[in-house]
């Protein structure tokens, strides 16, 4: 009990403390993690990184703008030849700046809280910043650890997929189904594939013969063809 109250602790915001840009503090993140970073990710907005596809997959790390006057980390990956999913649309995110995440791991999402270990406020010291950035990306990398390969990621979506949550489950991610199905056509395993790709089209009132969706599912069973 005591330990769950120390993790669920954050420090208040410093009242006399001017409130910074976003892009001011993504240079002070980007300082930190300079020679961090795995080789070949690159800054693509104020407080998110996105590396050079491996695979066909990018591996991002983002800051998000939270309630309370903080940002957040979450990470997770994109897949190239899977579109995304916004209003009501398909459209592609192939290259560095339109990358998006697939799967998004979100310590909000299994704590119910904003995690002080891996969140900053708009007017916080650098040093709170960068212990932040530092944090945040060492947990990532645990992560990004897993998915090394297209064949890793049917996986990662089933790991997740048991896991306790307190806010969003990937049920509450629209890129859930559409990308777990292609990812799991990618790797040969088209039946259980198709079944997620028609409950995401079910879901979302999309057809099954979408131009996007059909050229996405090509791209997939061309690439476990070899």
């Not at 998110?48 to 997959?57: E, G, R």
């Not at 991610?173 to 292609?182: E, F």
């Amino acid at each position: 009990m005591f330990f769950n109250l120390i993790r669920r602790f954050r420090r208040a915001p410093a009242l006399n403390r001017p409130r910074q840009p976003a892009h001011v503090l993504g240079d002070i993140v980007a300082r930190k993690l300079d020679g961090a970073l795995p080789p070949g990710f690159q800054r693509i907005g104020d407080l998110q990184w996105v590396s050079v596809p491996t695979d066909h997959i990018r591996y991002l790390l983002r800051f998000e703008p939270m309630k309370g006057m903080s940002f957040s980390a979450c990470w997770g990956i994109s897949i190239d030849f899977v579109p995304i999913f916004r209003s009501g649309n398909l459209r592609w995110k192939r290259t560095a700046k339109s990358a998006n995440f697939d799967l998004c791991i979100d310590p909000i999402d299994t704590s119910g809280h904003i995690e002080g270990w891996c969140s900053f406020y708009w007017n916080d010291h650098p040093r709170y910043v960068e212990r932040a950035a530092v944090q945040g990306l060492k947990a990532a990398r645990r992560d990004w650890s897993a998915i090394r390969t297209l064949k890793d990621v049917p996986g990662a979506f089933e790991k997740r997929s048991k896991i306790t949550f307190r806010r969003f489950s990937l049920e509450n991610y629209v890129q859930t189904d559409l990308a777990w199905g292609l990812a799991l056509v990618a790797v040969g395993e088209t039946d259980p594939g198709q079944r997620r790709l028609d409950r995401f089209c079910e879901t979302f009132s999309i057809a099954r013969d979408d131009p996007i969706l059909t050229s996405a599912k090509h791209a997939a069973t061309t690439i476990a063809s070899g």
